[in-house]
């Protein structure tokens, strides 16, 4: 039996590229699509949800959402995710890929179109429910993670794996710019329906009443993408590598595989791929096992911290880039537009990011993964992302002088570039391909939870960090002091070189099958 389960999937390594790979990528593809979506779109809209709910009558200055209000609409879904990621993961091993893959979708799906329905005759009411659904829409999103990964490199060969896990994960950056481009189309529309003054020549008239409606539609659109695929993803089969291996049905892995690939695995072809017949003999090993510690307790800290690390720098810098813009004067004091005026400049700002930097990183790490090799990616991103952060920081003065502006952009979005061809896409790919397949799920979710860590550090610290050191300027913010966003970015900087360092504890996948890089493939190992 265990030959048989290690030449099926010695089979599926040497198989060539079907259809159903390219499906599949688009099926997984578009449950990240809505998680960026879902995820980014929110720091699209808190300024227009601070003018809608906190404008204080009679105050010189739009309304804007108080620091601890703004942190929990921030970070909530964060807590979500994390929560998702852990329990998704261990799920998805305990029970099997496919069973709920679904599960997830639909969750994302509820949650959208629950987050723009927030209800409530109060701010307060309004931002609770809108948290309580955000939370759970990150648990559908984390559950994304784990699942789509590991699906996604155990139905792939081994030549083209990396590309493969890479393309799902790149579908995020259709999602950022699908955020922008959303928030640009319904601004503009409201705005040509509902024109309104700009907030210092009418403070009540500049945000009208309708306005309530627009921030709702950003986010219940996310809903969409999801909807459209979730009857695809429930006709997935399950993978071949946790049916045989996982649940030892070697007769139904190469099955559902014959089906899926659309070639007959024969005992010639498996013979052909894995000549020497292995046996398994010895007690499979768990988690908390010294056994793992010995085999992969480095790799975990590896994928975990480096995850954790790119995470405080690639979150950080979203969630608070409109602020950057607003301080190199990018987009206009808020006074000087309306609250629709205002939304617009900033999506008009995040997409242009996401065309110029987001964007093409993905799709590079998608064509050169298979032959440049994870290792190099991430070290060279971590490296380059570092230089351009110093590049910011150390003329930062320079940068905010009028008429510096557009070099500003460029570094900032050639940081975006190196992340994302870089650690934001490896961080993903390497957990999905270097453990046991009875873990490979919950290993995952581990180092996906880690950078989730990350996310929170970034998108509840560096609210407070990147705020002005001088106290007068800092409070009319609503906020205490913080280093300034100069000196967050020298922190930011030190992450991203820490990063680079902690890269050299992860292994190479490159070219390997998943079994070899885990050493299931060995005699003597479950």
């Not at 609250?339 to 065309?355: G, M, N, V």
């Amino acid at each position: 039996m265990a030959g048989d389960q290690m030449h099926v999937l010695s089979a599926l390594d040497s198989a060539k590229t079907q259809w159903y790979h390219f499906t599949a990528i688009v099926i997984a593809g578009m449950g990240f699509f809505t998680d960026a979506y879902d995820l980014f779109c929110i720091s699209l809209v808190t300024k227009l949800i601070g003018r809608v709910y906190y404008t204080v009558e009679g105050s010189s200055k739009p309304g804007s959402l108080p620091p601890h209000v703004s942190a929990a609409v921030n970070g909530v879904a964060f807590v979500g995710t994390l929560t998702g990621q852990l329990f998704f993961g261990w799920l998805g091993d305990k029970v099997g890929r496919k069973s709920v893959y679904g599960m997830t979708l639909l969750l994302m799906i509820i949650c959208s179109v629950a987050s723009g329905l927030s209800f409530g005759d109060k701010p307060t009411s309004v931002m609770a429910t809108l948290c309580f659904f955000r939370f759970w829409l990150g648990f559908g999103i984390g559950g994304d993670y784990p699942l789509s990964a590991t699906i996604m490199s155990e139905y792939a060969n081994k030549r083209t794996r990396g590309a493969f896990i890479a393309a799902v994960f790149a579908m995020q950056g259709f999602g950022i710019l699908a955020g922008g481009a959303v928030a640009i189309g319904i601004t503009a529309i409201f705005r040509n329906q509902f024109p309104a003054p700009p907030f210092s020549a009418d403070p009540v008239a500049s945000t009208p009443p309708q306005a309530d409606y627009v921030w709702r539609l950003i986010l219940m659109f996310g809903a969409l993408p999801a909807a459209l695929t979730f009857y695809w993803r429930m006709r997935m089969p399950e993978t071949a590598r946790y049916t045989a291996i996982v649940a030892k049905n070697a007769e139904r892995a190469a099955a559902d595989m014959s089906k899926v690939l659309q070639v007959k695995i024969t005992a010639e072809q498996a013979e052909m791929a894995s000549p020497v017949e292995k046996t398994f003999t010895s007690k499979p090993f768990g988690l908390f096992s010294g056994e793992f510690a010995r085999r992969h307790g480095f790799h975990l800290l590896g994928t975990a911290s480096t995850w954790l690390l790119l995470d405080i720098a690639y979150y950080s810098q979203n969630l608070f880039q409109k602020d950057i813009f607003s301080a190199i004067g990018w987009i206009p004091a808020a006074k000087t537009m309306s609250a629709l005026d205002e939304l617009y400049h900033i999506a008009r700002a995040q997409t242009l990011i996401a065309l110029c930097g987001t964007v093409p990183g993905y799709w590079f790490t998608v064509a050169l993964i298979d032959v440049v090799g994870r290792f190099k990616i991430q070290a060279a991103g971590f490296f380059m992302m570092t230089a351009f952060m110093l590049a910011l920081a150390v003329p930062y003065d320079h940068w905010t002088a009028k008429g510096n502006q557009i070099g500003f952009v460029v570094l900032y979005a050639l940081t975006f570039f190196f992340a994302n061809f870089g650690p934001n896409a490896t961080t993903f790919i390497v957990p999905a391909e270097i453990y046991p397949a009875r873990l490979r799920a919950t290993c995952h979710g581990i180092s996906a939870a880690s950078g989730k860590v990350g996310a929170i550090i970034g998108s509840f610290g560096f609210l407070y960090l990147a705020q002005s050191p001088d106290p007068a300027k800092a409070a009319a913010h609503g906020y205490p002091p913080g280093i300034g966003v100069r000196n967050s970015l020298f922190a930011l900087a030190g992450c991203s070189l820490l990063g680079f360092l902690l890269t050299f504890l992860v292994p190479e996948p490159k070219g390997k099958s998943l079994e070899e890089m885990s050493r299931e493939n060995e005699v003597g190992q479950p």
